[in-house]
């Protein structure tokens, strides 16, 4: 049973690049979180999203960042012109439902995006 | 908006002491959910509490779900140098998503 996949593992952009970030969830699960981690720091949650919907993109900044999860495919998470701030772990989790009780979410490896 | 705040930030103990976190919310929570990570490592989920004022247990992990549920606490019991990792609460309110605290890192010492 693959848990949550991310790749890649780790990524090195420069200054004014792209980064994409893909998740992979658990086979079954539907919905899909992305969270970001500053060293030291807590998760701040990003977005969540379904199958082609974004449910709650509430922590994502307004601009340059995107996410999306099409009905084939892995979700991504793409961050355009990337600058030294957006340097952080970024993790992805899923779980079987949506929020409530009783749905724990699962989280990946994480991807650790490094912009010089 | 909702907040989750997580006390203390940073403990460290010797091996065999107690260890005690608390989580408290700015608003009244559905449930609470518990994450260990360890260094260079990703959240794993411990156990989620849904019911007023809940005490759940797992080996040496003793978690209490506050009766008006916008406070939650994990204790350990006798630590072992195993139990390394930051510890995180992360609290659901509505249909939000997740608030996670900003975790207590724990250290052992042998």
């Known amino acids: 049973n693959a848990g949550v996949m991310q790749n890649p593992r780790h990524l090195v952009r420069r200054r004014g690049q792209e980064a994409r970030l893909r998740c992979s969830p658990m086979?079954?699960?539907?919905?899909v979180y992305w969270y970001r981690q500053l060293p030291e720091e807590g998760l701040k949650f990003m977005v969540y999203?379904?199958?082609?919907?974004?449910?709650?993109e509430s922590g994502m900044p307004k601009e340059r960042f995107s996410a999306e999860f099409p009905k084939e495919g892995p979700s991504i998470l793409r961050i355009q012109q990337v600058v030294r701030g957006d340097s952080a772990a970024y993790f992805c989790?899923?779980?079987?439902?949506?929020?409530?009780?009783?749905?724990?979410?699962?989280f990946g490896p994480g991807t650790r995006l490094t912009v010089l | 908006g909702q907040q989750v705040m997580q006390i203390p930030q940073y403990q460290h103990v010797q091996e065999g002491e107690d260890f005690t976190t608390y989580c408290n919310s700015s608003?009244?929570?559905?449930?609470i959910q518990w994450y260990k990570q360890r260094p260079g490592g990703h959240p794993v989920f411990l156990i989620q509490?849904?019911?007023?004022?809940e005490v759940k247990k797992q080996k040496r992990l003793t978690f209490q779900f506050g009766e008006a549920k916008k406070n939650s606490s994990l204790h350990i019991t006798a630590t072992q140098t195993t139990d390394v990792g930051t510890y995180f609460c992360?609290?659901?309110?509505?249909?939000?998503?997740?608030?996670f605290g900003s975790g207590t890192r724990l250290q052992v010492q042998p």
């Open positions: 989790a899923s779980s079987p439902g949506g929020l409530g009780p009783y749905n724990e979410q699962f």
């Open positions: 086979k079954g699960h539907s919905h």
């Open positions: 999203l379904q199958k082609e919907n974004i449910i709650d």
């Open positions: 608003t009244t929570l559905s449930n």
């Open positions: 509490l849904v019911k007023s004022g």
């Open positions: 992360a609290g659901e309110a509505g249909r939000r998503a997740l608030t």
